[in-house]
């Protein structure tokens, strides 16, 4: 990138769980520049995830700041900055603005019997048929009710309850709101998108409900970035700044999901595993029997139907550390990059279908497609001769039945499965998704779709593109990879062994069950 250059720039600013980014974009959707840091959050002995609020947003600043100090040129061709970041979870904040508590992040799964209390509740199916969103562990709704029962001082002290991006948001325009995603997926109807008030009666939180900001959908509007919030970035003051949609959401923008001609499948194979259906309109969104996944809004009148899995390739890099214990103990030290050299091939050689796999290794349980916060990692089928090469293999065969398992929940099958995340850069793991899928894979060349996501809805925002379907054009389908077609054979194999794998999971919900009860103290 030249700094010389005058052209309109859009920024996305990504919070993940892992990484805060900062990604600059051209108006035609080509990635110039981006930076990056590390996230950090702290684990708790009762099941918490907490993250530190006030770190959170100095990194974001630095990010911002560090991407400009390195192309100086972008400063004054930045036409608007999007915002998005980590789903779930709840970060409070008081009048003055300042964090109650450190941050609960989507990790945090100390609300366990209250999000199973309220799943068996009798307005269960209410909620659920009004947000088309299962309850899990995971989300604020869930973490409302365990402070109210154990916390009460929390939101007390509280005025607004944000999710990550709702925070940084805030920082950059002193504006409180949430998106027509988190808002509406928690608490509202993915109908109308905005917040239902039998919903919240539901949930036995209508005393908090004062907590919840307006929605904004920042497609059509933007705020401007205020003094403060300038001098920490770099930006200049009063930049129109667009609150984006959840991290998944504007994943799946950036990622080519919102294809109406296609109605493809999305899945990202990051740390966590999101499986995705395109719905043009609310009338074809499908609602399952199990009450489970999220149904959360594109701009414009289309969704998205998801499925996630707690875990997708933090069970490789279990794997991979565990081999990498057992070479500690013999004096050789390798990093997991050093392991990941050749494993494609390995894995490939291994003997497809000798071992099941079920990947739920997140000490939160799982989400996707069903709802147990004691659900566990396991093998099944295990015998003499099974070698690691077979078990790593039988890891990313899990993965893909876990992604079987969450396209089914939603309806039949996409006939194509865009893919994106760490893991769609193996070859191995492509041709099992496809070949357990049934159906042809493409890569998306957009390394940072959730950047690329909230910059869309900033450029929408901006007017520079007339609707969601022309950015998505623009931006996506000049960016897809050819299609990889499922090995006919292999498909064979694994659609045999795919109700293997469901029945095995649902058979050891008792033994998750015991193993739980042995984890806490006596």
Partial sequence: MSDGDT????IGLDSGTSMVKAVAFDVDGRLLASTSRPNSYTTLPNGGVEQDMRRTWDDAAAVVRSLLDAHPGLTTRVAALGVTGQGDGCW??????????????????????EARALAKAPAAAQIYRTCGTGINVCQMRTHLTWMKRHAPDLPARATTAFHPKDWLYFRLTGRRATCPTEGVFTFGDFRTRAYADSVIEALGLADLQHLLPPI????????????????????????????????????????????????????????????????????????????TGYVMAFPGRAYGQI??????????????????????????????ADLLAGLDDKILSARP?????HPYVSPAGERGPFTEPDARASFTGLAQGVGWFDLMRAVFEGLAMAARDCYAAMGPLPAEI????????????????????????RTVDQPEAAAAGAAMIAALAQG????????????????????????????????????????TRMALVPAWTNLAATRRPA
């Fill in 92 to 113: 409070l904040v008081d009048a003055d603005g300042a964090p109650v508590h450190d941050g609960w992040l989507w990790l945090d799964g100390r609300s366990a019997a």
């Fill in 7 to 10: 052209a309109p720039v859009l």
């Fill in 216 to 291: 904004v959908d920042g497609a059509n509007a933007a705020a401007p970035l205020t003094p403060a919030a300038a001098a920490a970035t770099g930006l200049p003051p009063g930049l129109p700044v667009s609150l984006g949609y959840v991290d998944i959401m504007c994943a799946a923008l950036g990622g080519g999901l919102h294809d109406a001609a296609t109605r493809p499948g999305f899945t990202i194979l990051g740390s966590t595993g999101v499986h995705m259906r395109f719905a043009p309109d609310a009338e074809n969104v499908r609602l399952n029997a199990d009450r």
């Fill in 464 to 503: 520079l593109y007339p609707d969601t379907e022309a950015i998505a054009d623009a931006w996506t389908t000049r960016r897809l990879g050819p299609r990889e077609a499922p090995d006919a054979a292999l498909t064979r194999t694994y659609h045999r062994l795919f109700p293997a794998f469901v029945a």
């Fill in 307 to 336: 499925q996630t899995n707690m875990a997708a390739t933090l069970n490789i890099d279990w794997m991979l550390d565990v081999a990498r214990d057992l070479l500690a103990s013999q004096g050789v030290t390798r990093s997991r």
């Fill in 353 to 357: 279908g000798t071992v099941l796999y």
């Fill in 418 to 441: 865009r893919i994106t995340g760490g893991a769609s850069r193996s070859a191995a793991a492509r041709r099992i998704l496809a070949a357990t899928l049934g159906a042809p894979v």
